[in-house]
């Protein structure tokens, strides 16, 4: 487990994320995934760090309402948000890490399309 860092396009919004040098990510077809490229780096909410940026977060949400999906207000990135899947952690955008510390990406694709039967008990387990 190593701490990388990262954030959003413009630099307000900053975080540190423990995690494998080798990232388990994943690359979700749901709506809104789907359009935006965003590779899933899903963790227990101890292992995130917010440093900067609470001011710029904006908060976007749809259907259940269970995500957050957070981004920032000045540049629009989402480089985390609270999945529906982890309503008590964090996914953080894979793409927004900063370059250097992450050894690989082991990408798995994730059905979110059909978030339910994706996730019949309703969330999902934390795996890294
Ligand atoms: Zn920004």
Sequence with gaps: MITHTGGCHCGRVRFEVTAPAALPVSECNCSICSKAGYLHLIVPADRFRLLSGHDVLTTYSFNTHTAK?????VCGVKSFYVPRSHPDGYSINARCIDPGTIAQML???SDGREWEKLYPQGRGDYTT
């Design 107 to 109: 990408i798995t694709q």
């Design 69 to 73: 999906h957070l981004f920032c207000s």
